[in-house]
């Protein structure tokens, strides 16, 4: 079972989501999604489920797997792993933002935890993550409307990100 954990704002899940997949598909195991991080952050919330996912949300005990139940359970962890290579130890932390090919020496049996902000991770999987990431719903006249309004003329879209806080014009 490979479990990620989801946390940040929709593009950061997304980049989660999809490497998270492609481990699964090649390790042919099942994926879980840890959304435990979203009970903890006023300003974000678990925001996958408007997409065609394979959306399996992994339960405390699932988790627990991996990260333990209490500090004791932990530590024994740690000394358990400490001295192999961080790909074989059960969580694999992000280990920089480039991309990072000890991903596929890990077992079928990891919870990972970064944000994996390169399409390398996925890119073998492409036309799979690009069906998934479609959204379920159809839209509302008013967004049918602004979509035309959109497609019909030339327009410009400005994101201003400004540390947590964004502004879009």
Not at 30 to 41: G, M, R, T
Not at 50 to 58: D, G, R, S
Not at 95 to 105: A, L, M, R, T
Request: proline letters at 2%.
């Amino acid at each position: 079972m490979i479990i990620v954990q989801l946390t940040g704002g929709l593009g950061n899940q997304l980049f989660q989501y999809a490497v998270g997949r492609r481990l699964a598909e090649f390790h042919n195991t099942n994926l879980k999604l840890d959304v435990l991080a979203f009970e903890y952050d006023p300003l974000r919330s678990y925001s996958l489920q408007h997409f065609n996912i394979l959306e399996n949300i992994a339960t405390i005990d699932d988790i627990a797997r991996f990260k333990g139940t209490n500090r004791l359970s932990r530590a024994f962890q740690h000394l358990r792993y400490r001295g192999q290579p961080y790909y074989k130890q059960p969580i694999f932390h992000e280990q920089g933002f480039g991309f990072d090919p000890n991903i596929y020496k890990t077992s079928e049996d990891v919870y990972l935890a970064g944000y994996w902000q390169s399409e390398k991770y996925f890119k073998e999987i492409e036309a799979i993550i690009r069906k998934e990431f479609i959204i379920k719903y159809e839209m509302d006249e008013k967004n049918k409307e602004l979509a035309q309004h959109i497609s019909n003329c030339e327009s410009v879209s400005i994101h201003i990100r400004r540390g947590n806080m964004s502004v879009t014009l």
